[in-house]
């Protein structure tokens, strides 16, 4: 997996492109890149406004995020509608030079995989169990938004197959960690107090085998759309 710093990158404010490209990947315990000023100021805003609700809120789900899959919030036709902000964070992420970006550098394949943007809003007694984000989905994207006390400690903990942490990435607000879902992109949260909510987005790019088209930003891609 390598950089190619040559890749047509303009894209406005919006500078995760470039910023990948000059992001060398770590190895350890996977193949992963640790980003810092993921997204534009305005999207950042909007996600920091955005309040879905008490029932978004997730506290100790069990180890697994679809144990509350009837609450979970997503950046989808309707969210899109109700801010400009978000639904220009949602196209440049689907635009064509992101899109070329995740694929030159990270070696993957997004022809007809679909994006896919969730907000998570957690609180003291979450966790989550080791998982691979293996099948449908093609690249995870897990941004930090939190604010407030201890919160550079919320990232996701990057695990090795027995699911012990190896390497932690920042939570720092607007960092984030991303990776291409294989059987060895063990991930998770231990368990840890957090003070207030910790905010994260993930970012999803699936398959056409994904069902749940509701989630999806701007529902199926077929390998022909533009």
Same mark, same amino acid.
Not at 134 to 145: F, H, M, N, P, Q
Not at 197 to 222: K, Q
């Given at each position: 997996?390598?950089? *190619?710093?040559?890749?047509?990158?303009?894209?406005? *404010?919006?500078?995760?492109?470039?910023?990948?490209?000059?992001?060398?990947?770590?190895?350890?315990?996977?193949?992963?890149?640790?980003?810092?000023?993921?997204?534009?100021?305005?999207?950042?805003?909007?996600?920091?406004?955005?309040?879905?609700?008490?029932?978004?809120?997730?506290?100790?789900?069990?180890?697994?995020?679809?144990?509350?899959?009837?609450?979970?919030?997503?950046?989808?036709?309707?969210?899109?509608?109700?801010?400009?902000?978000?639904?220009?964070?949602?196209?440049?992420?689907?635009?064509?030079?992101?899109?070329?970006?995740?694929?030159?550098?990270?070696?993957?394949?997004?022809?007809?995989?679909?994006?896919?943007?969730?907000?998570?809003?957690?609180?003291?007694?979450?966790?989550?169990?080791?998982?691979?984000?293996?099948?449908?989905?093609?690249?995870?994207?897990?941004?930090?938004?939190?604010?407030?006390?201890?919160?550079?400690?919320?990232?996701?903990?990057?695990?090795?197959? *027995?699911?012990?942490?190896?390497?932690?990435?920042?939570?720092?607000?607007?960092?984030?960690?991303?990776?291409?879902?294989?059987?060895?992109?063990?991930?998770?949260?231990?368990?840890?107090?957090?003070?207030?909510?910790?905010?994260?987005?993930?970012?999803?790019?699936?398959?056409?085998?994904?069902?749940?088209?509701?989630?999806?930003?701007?529902?199926?891609?077929?390998?022909?759309?533009?």
């Amino acid at each position: 997996m390598g950089s *190619d710093t040559t890749l047509p990158l303009h894209t406005g *404010d919006f500078s995760l492109p470039e910023t990948l490209a000059r992001t060398p990947a770590a190895s350890y315990p996977f193949a992963h890149w640790q980003l810092q000023d993921v997204l534009p100021a305005p999207a950042c805003d909007a996600l920091l406004a955005w309040n879905p609700g008490e029932d978004a809120v997730a506290g100790d789900v069990g180890g697994r995020r679809e144990t509350r899959n009837a609450h979970r919030v997503f950046v989808d036709a309707a969210t899109r509608a109700q801010d400009p902000r978000l639904d220009t964070m949602a196209r440049q992420f689907d635009a064509e030079p992101m899109r070329r970006a995740f694929e030159t550098i990270c070696d993957t394949s997004l022809d007809t995989a679909a994006l896919r943007l969730e907000l998570c809003l957690d609180t003291d007694g979450f966790w989550l169990a080791p998982h691979t984000d293996i099948g449908a989905k093609k690249l995870t994207l897990l941004v930090s938004l939190s604010e407030g006390e201890g919160a550079q400690d919320w990232g996701t903990d990057l695990m090795l197959p *027995d699911g012990a942490s190896a390497v932690r990435a920042s939570g720092a607000f607007n960092s984030g960690v991303l990776f291409i879902p294989s059987d060895r992109t063990w991930h998770g949260f231990v368990p840890r107090a957090i003070h207030g909510t910790r905010r994260t987005l993930i970012v999803n790019f699936v398959d056409e085998s994904w069902r749940a088209v509701h989630e999806l930003a701007f529902g199926p891609r077929s390998a022909t759309r533009h």
